[in-house]
């Protein structure tokens, strides 16, 4: 007959509980790498780099700093024009040393806890695999007797496990493609001003031509 999660959940003790932990960890690590590469840090760079490349051209280089300000100050897009805009006068090398930098770190901020990902899929599995296997008391239940959502409750937990695990590793890949997508902007970005400097260099900041 068919239990109801309550009864499945007690039945499936203790590898319930952890796997509900998972859960738990598995929409944290959705949750905020979304947040970030999706929404939090998002730019839409063509209209940023237009309006950055009149301010250069035309020596508002103060109102180009406003205009970086105005961004999340984590944000990697915020950081590079800071710093491009700190280094307007300096020597190219100094320049450029400075934005391999903060691109450097922009990378590694936008694939920050993408590791982790693979990682508990992989204990999520094993998880739920030591669990359908009667480790921890399930011994005791029938092979053929409780069943919740058309399962056999001594499956659940591999089900479960499973499932977890194909979220996470499909999540993975989705924001791996992103995170290398924004970590391309950031490229871009560096690209930009390393483009003005050549094109329209600064002599003095603020000081007009």
């Avoid at 280094?87 to 694939?111: K, M, N, P, Q, Y």
């Avoid at 409780?146 to 499973?162: E, H, N, T």
């Avoid at 695990?165 to 791996?176: G, K, N, T, W």
Wanted: proline share 5%; with cysteine.
């Amino acid at each position: 007959m068919n239990h109801s999660f309550e009864q499945a959940f007690a039945l499936c003790e203790p590898w319930s509980y952890v796997l509900l932990g998972l859960a738990t960890v598995t929409l944290a690590l959705l949750l905020e790498r979304s947040l970030v590469l999706f929404f939090s840090y998002n730019l839409h760079l063509p209209a940023f780099v237009e309006v950055l490349g009149r301010l250069w051209k035309e020596d508002q280089l103060d109102r180009a700093e406003k205009l970086a300000r105005a961004l999340p100050k984590r944000s990697p897009f915020a950081q590079m024009t800071r710093v491009g805009l700190a280094h307007a006068t300096s020597s190219a090398d100094r320049a450029r040393a400075a934005l391999d930098g903060i691109e450097a770190d922009g990378l590694a901020f936008f694939r920050r806890r993408l590791n982790r990902f693979p990682l508990v899929a992989a204990l999520a599995a094993a998880v739920g695999a030591a669990g359908s296997l009667h480790l921890g008391g399930f011994g005791a239940l029938p092979a053929e007797g409780p069943r919740f959502a058309g399962l056999a409750v001594p499956v659940l937990p591999f089900a479960a496990g499973s499932l977890l695990a194909a979220v996470l590793l499909s999540a993975h890949f989705i924001l791996s493609l992103r995170a290398r997508a924004m970590g391309a902007r950031l490229a871009r970005l560096k690209a930009a001003f390393l483009d003005l400097r050549e094109a329209h260099p600064v002599r003095t900041l603020g000081e007009k031509k």
